[in-house]
């Protein structure tokens, strides 16, 4: 688990967290949230330095590829809240119809256009090279 991981896991199963509904069985749920939501704070990272449309191929300027992982990252983080009573609705669900003061339903909210492929035209090694956020090895 990489160290921003780390300290989300340490910070969301504090008891005062969700820390004192979680079971052994939801384990590894959680460090899955923890990943994703490390990988979100990547992604964000590399919009913010390099904007959220960089130069394609032939130089046509294209949706930046860390949108698409940071979108990926927040669906993740949000079907698993949900599993884990970590939004309004779920834990309205959890407690047979009683969510916090204040709770209200949730949807996600869109994060960028689904129709559009971030990774379209680029290679497998491009990919990698992205994921890994080596930026340098794309040019």
């Known amino acids: 688990m990489s160290e921003e991981a780390k300290a989300k896991w340490r910070e969301l199963t504090a008891e005062s967290k969700w820390g004192a509904v979680l079971t052994v069985c939801d384990r590894d749920l959680m460090a899955q949230y923890c990943a994703l939501s490390a990988r979100k704070v990547k992604a964000d990272a590399m919009i913010a330095e390099h904007g959220e449309l960089v130069a394609g191929k032939d ?79 794309l040019n």
């Open 59 to 137: 130089g046509v300027p294209i949706v930046n590829p860390w949108v698409g992982i940071s979108d990926k990252a927040w669906s993740g983080m949000f079907s698993i809240a949900r599993e884990l009573g970590g939004t309004p609705k779920s834990r309205e669900r959890m407690s047979g119809g009683k969510g916090a003061e204040g709770d209200k339903p949730d949807e996600p909210a869109p994060l960028s256009d689904p129709s559009v492929d971030e990774f379209e035209g680029m290679s497998e090694a491009e990919i990698e090279a992205l994921m890994s956020g080596d930026i340098g090895a």
